[in-house]
């Protein structure tokens, strides 16, 4: 069974910058694309950023473009969401997912999925 972790989540200003990571305890990250999603309350799962195996090429959401960066660090079997210059719209919970060959970064496309890590951004 596919387990995976996010941590990192917190609450902070508008401005300021988190990290979060995903991690895998039983498989290696880099045998997959890694999506990261959010989801607020009553709203669909967005797809904000994936980075692909095949590749390593990498998706960012319109919303987050220039402010997020999704990175691999194989050694540590972890993949990081850098988000900076936060919003208040950023407020939500965060979810990493795992596929071999996903179509494209939304949720249908992604299999196997973390528990969440909740992002606040507020003054």
């Known amino acids: 069974q596919v387990q995976l972790v996010e941590s990192g989540g917190g609450s902070v200003q508008p401005g300021g910058s988190l990290r979060l990571s995903c991690t895998a305890s039983?498989?290696?990250?880099?045998?997959?694309?890694v999506g990261w999603f959010r989801q607020a309350p009553g709203k669909e799962r967005e797809g904000v950023s994936c980075?692909?195996?095949?590749?390593?090429?990498?998706y960012y959401a319109n919303s987050v473009k220039g402010r997020f960066t999704i990175s691999r660090d194989n050694g540590k079997n972890t993949v990081y969401l850098e988000m900076d210059d936060l919003k208040p719209g950023d407020t939500d919970v965060y979810y990493c997912a795992l596929e071999p060959d996903p179509v494209t970064c939304n949720e249908p496309s992604f299999g196997s999925w973390g528990q969440g890590t909740q992002v606040t951004v507020s003054a």
């Open positions: 039983q498989f290696s990250l880099d045998d997959y694309s």
């Open positions: 980075i692909y195996r095949s590749d390593g090429s990498t």
